[in-house]
């Protein structure tokens, strides 16, 4: 089962910032937490990860809480185009630094309106 | 930029038929897996591959499936009788490592198997 939970939709003005919570209160400290997306039916993209700081990117910015029970993915100006489902995994740590598989959850929906 | 590509794009196929599915992952990764999406439904894991062997599989890959990576490039899903409920999007991703500043997956953009 998916370790996160996100809202099941959210709406945003085209040009606004789009802010996705994430809550992953169970998260083990060497675990990343990892955002995709997937827009219509087309194959899940990657968007940004991060362990404990602050990231950036030239799709997203991805903030987390200091300690690790939450995250919050932005996009700072929000285009139609970025109507999509995004997901926010925590990726399971697996041996010698290695990760586990993505294990998608439900995701939530982000509607860009103009 | 270097694309997963995936063919066919849509399958119609009869049950009890074998299906294959192709795939051809970013020419120098390493990791491949094959992931569903029931129409509706969330994205579910199926398989995981490295150096010419299944590292992880889920409940759902069950004796009916099988990968196999024929040749340098192709990575091939296998369904040797297919039931209905195995209609869904097929994506076929590939990473060049798991640790996390290699293990991004990338997707393609999926087959999709219609089983009448």
């Known amino acids: 089962d998916a370790k996160t939970t996100q809202p099941t939709s959210m709406d945003c003005a085209e040009g606004r910032a789009a802010n996705l919570p994430c809550n992953h209160s169970?998260?083990?400290?060497?675990?990343?937490v990892y955002w995709y997306r997937q827009i219509h039916s087309q194959g899940p993209q990657y968007i940004i990860h991060?362990?404990?700081n602050n990231e950036t990117n030239e799709m997203a910015s991805l903030i987390i809480t200091e300690d690790r029970k939450s995250s919050t993915l932005i996009l700072p100006h929000a285009t139609l185009r970025d109507t999509a489902v995004y997901y926010c995994?925590?990726?399971?740590?697996?041996?010698?630094?290695?990760?586990?598989?993505?294990?998608f959850g439900k995701g939530t929906k982000l509607s860009v309106k103009p | 930029e270097p694309e997963v590509t995936q063919t066919p794009s849509h399958q119609v196929t009869q049950m009890g038929q074998e299906v294959i599915l192709r795939c051809v992952p970013i020419?120098?990764?390493?990791?491949f897996y094959w992931y569903r999406q029931i129409l509706g439904q969330k994205v579910e894991f199926l398989v995981s591959?490295?150096?010419?062997?299944?590292?992880?599989k889920s409940e759902i890959f069950d004796d009916q499936f099988s990968v196999e990576r024929p040749d340098g490039s192709n990575f091939t899903l296998k369904i040797r009788s297919t039931k209905l409920e195995d209609s869904a999007m097929y994506f076929c991703?590939?990473?060049f490592g798991q640790g996390p500043n290699t293990g991004e997956l990338f997707f393609g953009e999926g087959s999709r198997l219609t089983v009448l």
């Open positions: 991703a590939s990473s």
């Open positions: 169970t998260i083990s400290g060497n675990e990343y």
């Open positions: 991060g362990l404990k």
């Open positions: 995994i925590v990726r399971v740590a697996g041996y010698g630094g290695s990760q586990g598989n993505l294990i």
């Open positions: 020419s120098n990764h390493l990791y």
């Open positions: 591959f490295y150096n010419n062997e299944i590292s992880e």
